[in-house]
């Protein structure tokens, strides 16, 4: 799922290209992408783009007469620039935005349709759309501990929660966990002052980081290959590859459709933390340390 620093690349790419534009109509592909019906989307036809905005993981885009578009990517939505009036072509393509000098085009693959499109007005309808989660950029440390501590849960979960935390998802919580050298399962409760200052340093400094990264790639051409794993990152998606720091093997726990990457190393004192399948396959054999886990490779 596309998070902060890919929504802000997004958003970046997009102002070059169709603030001060007219919007001359949303082409759908798809019925069920529109998730509203008052005011209709043909409202928007012909109004020229005003603003654009992140609200959590979503795209805002505002046109004339207090309309917005907002768009929700999900997991595996994608937005593509394309030549103006481009045809929607393939069962993964849903919609398309024509501008005078393009076509945004919205992608989603796989066959689940997750990704979503409303048409609302005005200020009070957007900010009901805010899951509510604290921006890390406008908030202190304490504004941040109180948010994460409003619940006893896990540093991953408290992370991930867009109620909690504004748009951080599954990778760059890994990322930001890593840089704090704090274990993805440490309850929220149970951080000390200094680990406290780490988290909170580690979140603004990771994702100052990629958004600059990003946005500098956006600034050059549309960003085609947003994904969550890229190769110059320290743990998410680098399961069995070095830690950067220690050069220990990078370890996961996996979970649904999802794993969190972390280093045993660097983050849990070498205690390697259970996955749910394969605890359940092994039992007590379970490795512990990293020195059981080798050993149990060696068998």
Not at 58 to 87: S, T, Y
Not at 183 to 192: G, N
Not at 276 to 287: I, N, V, Y
Request: glycine share 8%.
């Amino acid at each position: 799922m596309p998070e902060l620093p890919d929504i802000a690349a997004y958003i970046t790419a997009l102002e070059a290209r169709v603030l001060g534009q007219s919007l001359e109509r949303v082409r759908l592909a798809s019925v069920f992408l529109l998730r509203t019906a008052d005011p209709p989307l043909s409202a928007v036809d012909g109004k020229t783009v005003r603003s654009l905005r992140r609200i959590g993981k979503r795209i805002a885009i505002g046109v004339e007469g207090d309309l917005w578009l907002v768009l929700h990517l999900m997991i595996a939505g994608r937005l593509h620039w394309k030549p103006a009036q481009a045809k929607l072509a393939g069962r993964n393509a849903l919609a398309a935005f024509d501008f005078p000098s393009g076509s945004l085009v919205l992608t989603e693959a796989g066959s689940k349709r997750r990704a979503s499109l409303r048409v609302i007005r005005g200020e009070f309808a957007l900010s009901a759309i805010d899951p509510g989660g604290v921006e890390i950029f406008l908030t202190d440390l304490d504004g941040f501990r109180a948010a994460l501590t409003l619940e006893n849960r896990t540093l991953k979960r408290a992370l991930t929660d867009p109620r909690v935390i504004s748009g951080v998802g599954n990778a760059y919580s890994d990322e930001i966990l890593h840089a704090a050298q704090l274990s993805p399962i440490t309850l929220t409760h149970k951080l000390k002052p200094e680990e406290w200052e780490r988290l909170f340093d580690a979140t603004r400094s990771t994702l100052t980081l990629w958004i600059d990264r990003l946005r500098a790639e956006a600034d050059k051409s549309f960003p085609e290959k947003v994904t969550a794993f890229r190769p110059e990152m320290a743990a998410h998606g680098r399961f069995n590859l070095p830690c950067p720091r220690c050069g220990e093997k990078v370890q996961r726990i996996r979970y649904a459709d999802n794993e969190t990457n972390y280093c045993a190393r660097c983050q849990t004192g070498g205690k390697v933390l259970a996955d749910r399948s394969l605890s359940r396959l092994l039992g007590s054999d379970w490795p512990r340390t990293l020195e059981e886990l080798e050993g149990l490779k060696r068998r």
